[in-house]
């Protein structure tokens, strides 16, 4: 059984960066597509950002599109978001999720079998 942590986020001002890190425990992560959701008060969560098993194809919603970059470590069990030019529209808990199936990549969060708790990133303006 896949379990999540998510970490890294926190207070930082419009324009600035953070990282977060969604770390893995558990067996069969190495073959897991991963992606990253947020979801701000009173909205729906939202796709970000999301990885595949092997950590070459990527897939990134619009409004984070050069600002954003999904990585992962799989000698660490990690993947990474690293969030730069940060908005004050980016203030959400962010969440990672995992995808069992690997492939193809999917932006619906239904499709995501395992998630972290949430870590929260407040952007102020």
């Known amino acids: 059984q896949v379990q999540l942590v998510e970490s890294g986020g926190g207070l930082v001002q419009a324009g600035g960066s953070l990282r977060l890190s969604c770390v893995a425990s558990?067996?069969?992560?190495?073959?897991?597509?991963v992606g990253w959701f947020r979801q701000a008060p009173g909205k729906e969560r939202e796709f970000v950002a999301a990885?595949?098993?092997?950590?070459?194809?990527?897939d990134y919603t619009d409004s984070v599109k050069g600002r954003f970059t999904i990585s992962r470590d799989l000698a660490k069990n990690t993947v990474y978001l690293q969030m730069n030019s940060l908005k004050p529209e980016g203030t959400a808990v962010y969440y990672c999720a995992g995808d069992r199936t690997g492939w193809p990549l999917s932006t619906v969060s239904i499709e995501y079998d395992v998630w972290g708790q949430g870590t929260q990133v407040t952007v102020s303006s």
């Open positions: 990885i595949s098993w092997s950590g070459n194809n990527f």
């Open positions: 558990g067996r069969g992560f190495s073959s897991y597509a």
